[in-house]
């Protein structure tokens, strides 16, 4: 035998939880080393001795063949003296004061489990919370680390003998699996009614009280609710899900009319991809994304003999769509009635819609209680379950760079890229490796669409979706995420960052804060985050600066307006204002928001355009309405100005008459980017004005006289013409389409000249409308731009935070 040598490993990372010990132990067996490998509250460790030969095979695959959930962030081998052990054994965990470390989000059942949910054989056979620690919950059930049974919501199920045997053998699939259960020992599901439909359904069924039903039974009733119509409430991984039968109009329409949701989308879930290709365009890169381990709802192209009621996206060709994601959901598919054909490959192919289990813009609904509290005006019965969710998290949407309406089936997968939309379940709390040293910090985000961010050495922890802090129990959701998240990670900020914005909840809480804490608090203009926050995802590096195309709906400026048209040269510490969309009028705010009518007039006043009396929002608004609007405009009495892009495109669909009034947040730009032509070429023009200057077509102009203005009165005269010329609105909507992604290659240009800066880097949540996006890259590309967008990080507000860290930590460093 050749001569003993020893190694010991430092790893840190995604690396307890997720079967690594067990993959450690079998893979020193196999290569027969001796010695041991332990769980801090850093890492793992791990101290091997044997053959040199060995030793250098352990250290190759222990990196190349780790777990699949397993995330390996730093990797440390030294040299050891060889202690002469005689085995290989895991040794008991040891905590480390102050070390942390990331913890897996939830993952989806994975292929074993789910040939075991479907083997008649196995003693786990139709068990709703089969899982191992390959998949399962995570995130939503940690309480406090370390991550041991007794710190989640699994502590209060006893295991019975044999689960005991499957947690405590390290070559088992269940070696230390947290969640770990099964029929015996485990929770369980059953049904029961809401009182409103018990009192509706008394009359005709003579027991009188619907009884609660278990188990199989439970399901089976589920499917059959559903099929009949019946609007069930579903408890899943984290939340509520409201369900219905998507493809019954009758049955969507009552839960749009229970739940006060109008007509922004409902996410639907199959149970296979044969399904998804029934009803949607579905490439190979597509089909990845939503096999994926994540299981995100990723946003397709319909297809038109779809059997999907219309009224799952009203105006839209595209749906959300999700495949089940834990052995309780493929169950809902399961063929109940006949045992003999049940198996994974002949589950039935239904769809359902299952949107979050909330009322309107509340947050999602995890407690059983809390349901039947909250949920019984929108359903009928609910299908709970006794594993109790710690934290909730909503599903994550998805939406394809490379694919969309225009596209119909995507051949080309290399350039299709997922960008998500949402960041939420299946994602948080993995942290995203950030280009710099982190200091302890907050950085609060956003009023809508919510999420946090805390940062220490090289991690930025993004928080799940929060949602829209308008009401009181988000704001909770969001204090409780906080200290949620400052307890796993071990983080106490020293400084905290919020968005300009004053009447945000979430700046308020930052000042609150920081007066309470006695930390500093840096205020973070809203579009500079945005682009910081690309710039951090694509780990940019601090002393380079970048063109910054900021285009969204809402965020507060450094001159107090509504800024969202934005061309910043920008890097983390500071940014200069290029260019921007000219200001137009907003009469009365938020109410303009509401209804696009408003805003098409108000920028035809700007403009200068008569308000003719065959134009949609003449027509739409009535007399009253028009002259108290012309008197707000002419007075100037509370009519804020903005340069959003997000109020470009309402006034664009308004004109048109695709949207005159909204009920969710940039339903015209949807319904606009849904109707684009994508044969036309055209384009409308825009003209640019220097500060000090002439408005002129000639570009480039050089900018050194302040912000250049990017003015829309030719844009609105020309639609105004083609609208009299009887021109389809699928031509106008792709022609203003084209006429803004020219503009943006039109003013990167000049930037560039002026600059020599040629990396752009596009954020904002119009982003999100892949035709502008996938117009404008083209160009930019074309004329030799490096463009950098978002993909891990959402567009929209819900990246914004990660900028603000990024930012206010910069400017702490310049400081020092
Ligand atoms: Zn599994
Ligand atoms: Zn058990
Ligand atoms: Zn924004």
């Known amino acids: 035998m050749s001569k003993l040598t020893g190694a010991r490993y430092h790893i840190t990372g995604i690396v307890q939880g997720v079967g690594f010990r067990p993959f450690v132990y079998s893979l020193a067996s196999q290569l027969e080393l001796h ?36 995330i390996i962030d730093d990797f440390r081998v030294e040299t050891h003296q060889p202690n002469d052990y005689t085995q290989f054994t895991i040794v008991k965990s040891e905590a480390i004061p102050q070390a942390f470390q990331p913890i897996s989000p939830d993952v989806s059942v994975c292929d074993d489990c789910l040939q075991e949910l479907f083997d008649p054989a196995d003693r786990r056979y139709l068990y709703p919370f089969t899982n191992c620690t390959n998949c399962g919950p995570r995130f939503t059930i940690i309480k406090d680390i370390p991550y041991d049974r007794p710190f989640t919501t699994m502590s209060e199920f006893d295991l019975c003998p044999e689960c005991l045997v499957e947690y405590t053998d390290p070559l088992d699939r269940r070696f230390h699996a947290q969640p770990v259960a099964c029929p015996e020992c485990g929770p369980h599901v059953w049904l029961e009614f809401s009182p409103s439909y018990q009192n509706v359904k008394e009359q005709t069924i003579s027991a009188g009280k619907l009884p609660l039903l278990k188990g199989t039974d439970a399901f089976v009733t589920t499917q059959q609710l559903l099929q009949e119509g019946i609007i069930l409430a579903i408890k899943g991984l984290g939340g509520f899900h409201i369900a219905c039968d998507a493809t019954n109009p009758a049955a969507v329409e009552r839960l749009r009319e229970r739940k006060l949701r109008v007509d922004k989308p409902f996410a639907v879930m199959m149970p296979n991809l044969d399904t998804v290709r029934k009803h949607c365009y579905l490439g190979e890169a597509e089909a990845e994304v939503l096999i994926s381990r994540e299981r995100p709802i990723l946003i397709l192209p319909r297809r038109p003999e779809s059997s999907i009621a219309e009224e799952i996206a009203p105006n839209q060709n595209t749906i959300g769509v999700m495949l089940p994601y834990t052995p309780l959901h493929y169950l ?8 003999g054909t049940r198996t994974l490959d002949n589950l039935l192919p239904l769809v359902f819609v299952m949107t979050s289990g909330n009322m309107s813009e509340e947050p999602i609904v995890t407690d059983n209680s809390e349901a039947i509290q909250r949920l019984d005006p929108l359903v009928d019965a609910y299908l709970m379950h006794n594993r109790p969710i710690h934290v909730r998290s909503d599903d994550s949407v998805t939406r394809n760079y490379g694919s969309g309406p225009n596209r119909k089936e995507s051949k080309d997968n290399h350039s299709v890229k997922v960008t998500l939309i949402r960041r939420s379940r299946g994602y948080a709390p993995t942290p995203l490796n950030i280009p710099w040293d982190g200091i302890p910090m907050l950085a609060t985000g956003a009023e809508l669409k919510n999420t946090f961010c805390l940062t220490r050495d090289k991690y930025a922890f993004l928080s799940h979706h929060i949602g829209d802090m308008e009401n009181y129990e988000t704001l909770l959701s969001f204090e409780e995420g906080i200290s949620h998240y400052e307890r796993l990670f071990k983080i106490i900020p020293e400084a905290l960052a919020y968005d300009l914005h004053p009447n945000y909840l979430a700046t308020r809480y930052a000042l609150k804060r920081a007066d309470q804490d006695g930390i500093p608090a840096y205020g973070i203009q809203h579009h500079h985050a945005h682009i910081a926050s690309c710039m951090a995802e694509n780990g940019l590096p601090a002393s380079q600066p970048v063109i910054g195309v900021s285009f969204d709906g809402t965020g507060y400026g450094e001159d107090g307006a509504i800024w969202g048209g934005e061309f910043l040269i920008a890097d983390y510490a500071t940014c200069t204002r290029f260019a921007h969309l000219a200001y137009a009028p907003l009469p009365g705010g938020d109410i303009a928001i509401r209804k696009p009518a408003r805003i098409a007039l108000a920028y035809l006043w700007e403009a200068g355009l008569d308000w003719e009396t065959d134009i949609a929002p003449v027509l739409f608004l009535s007399n009253q309405e028009l002259l108290a609007l012309k008197s707000q405009l002419e007075k100037n009495v509370n009519t804020p100005k903005t340069s959003s892009t997000g109020r470009l495109f309402d006034a664009v669909a308004s004109l048109i008459d695709v949207r005159q009034e909204i009920n969710y947040e940039a339903q015209a730009a949807i319904e606009l980017e849904a109707l684009v032509d994508p044969n036309e070429e055209k384009a409308y023009t825009f003209e640019y004005n220097l ?73 904002g949540g119009v982003w999100q409308n892949l035709v502008l996006l996938q117009q404008t890259t083209k160009l930019l590309d074309e004329t030799g731009f490096e463009v950098l967008c978002h993909a891990a990080v959402p567009p929209n507000d819900g990246g914004l935070a990660l900028g603000q860290v990024a930012i206010a930590t910069h400017r702490i460093k310049n400081d020092q």
Do not use: Y
């Open 691 to 763: 500060s000090n200057g002439e408005p002129t077509n000639e570009f480039p102009p050089q900018s050194n006289v302040g912000p250049v203005k990017i003015e829309h009165k030719p844009l609105f005269s020309e639609i105004i013409t083609d609208l009299h010329d009887g021109v389809e609105t699928g031509k106008i909507s792709a022609r203003f389409h084209n006429g803004l992604a020219l503009v943006v290659k039109d003013i990167c240009i000049a930037m560039r000249n002026s600059s020599s800066i040629n990396q752009v880097v596009l954020s």
């Open 35 to 70: 010695g041991w490998v332990k769980n801090t509250s850093a890492g793992v460790e791990i101290e091997v001795e044997g053959s040199s030969k060995s030793i250098q095979e352990f250290t190759t695959r222990l990196q190349g063949e780790a777990p699949p959930l397993a």
């Open 332 to 339: 809902l598919f399961n063929v109940w009635n006949s045992p």
